[in-house]
Antibody
Framework: QITLKESGPTLVKPTQTLTLTCTFSGFSLSTSGVAVGWIRQSPGKALEYLALIYWDDDKRYNPSLKSRLTITKDTSKNQVILTMTNMDPVDTATYHC?????????????WGQGTLVTVSS | DVQMTQSPSSLSASVGDRVTITCRASQGVSNWLAWYQQKPEKAPKSLIYGASTLESGVPSRFSGGWSGTDFTLTISSLQPEDFATYYCQQYKDYPPTFGQGTRLDIK
């Protein structure tokens, strides 16, 4: 059974750095072709792709947010970590992690439920 | 970025109805199009990829089609568990982009 679960702070202040962790099971990020990405969902807005990391540690970022994002992985812990700097109230959203495969990259077949992050002073 | 425009934004229907949701891409994405279902407080669930290929375990009442830059998700006979929000996503062009969602409510 494949599961992904996001964790992190529920409230951050403007200008702070957000760190989110995706802990997954049922697959390995050391398997060739596997990738894990982050997508966020703001109230009243479309889903927005943020970043993705491949099994070989290659990384991709949404150009609109690239300067603020860092994605890393800890294969031994089955975790992917996303950091986002200089948080703003417009970054208030539910943040999801999801699995993808090289053969259909950026199509996400399994998602986590998401974690709601509110940015407010 | 490729813009994905879904219509309608909301839809009311009854159990047993046939419904179709449309997604239009602002430029060609071939068949690199996925559909997801999301219920409140739940993870999005993948339904269809490659515009028309059903994910394993997805009921056959769901189907996907496409012509040019227009894509459709059809539910042939609505079941109570189908009332949810549906999103399309293109994954041909970078960055991948999503439609704004179609909320399907019980009439």
């Amino acid at each position: 059974q494949i599961t992904l679960k996001e964790s992190g702070p529920t409230l951050v202040k403007p200008t702070q750095t957000l760190t989110l962790t995706c802990t997954f099971s049922g697959f390995s990020l050391s398997t060739s072709g596997v990738a894990v990405g982050w997508i966020r969902q703001s109230p009243g807005k479309a889903l927005e792709y943020l970043a993705l990391i491949y099994w070989d540690d290659d990384k991709r970022y949404n150009p609109s947010l690239k300067s603020r994002l860092t994605i890393t992985k800890d294969t031994s812990k089955n975790q992917v970590i996303l950091t986002m700097t200089n948080m703003d109230p417009v970054d208030t959203a539910t943040y999801h992690c999801a699995r993808s495969y090289l053969s259909t990259i950026y199509y996400f077949d399994f998602w986590g439920q998401g974690t709601l992050v509110t940015v407010s002073s | 970025d490729v813009q994905m425009t879904q219509s309608p934004s909301s839809l009311s229907a009854s159990v047993g109805d046939r419904v179709t949701i449309t997604c239009r891409a602002s430029q060609g994405v071939s068949n690199w199009l996925a559909w997801y279902q999301q219920k409140p407080e739940k993870a999005p669930k993948s339904l269809i990829y490659g515009a028309s290929t059903l994910e394993s375990g997805v009921p056959s009442r769901f189907s996907g089609g496409w012509s040019g830059t227009d894509f459709t998700l059809t539910i042939s006979s609505l079941q109570p568990e189908d009332f949810a929000t549906y999103y399309c996503q293109q994954y041909k062009d970078y960055p991948p982009t999503f439609g704004q969602g179609t909320r399907l409510d019980i009439k």
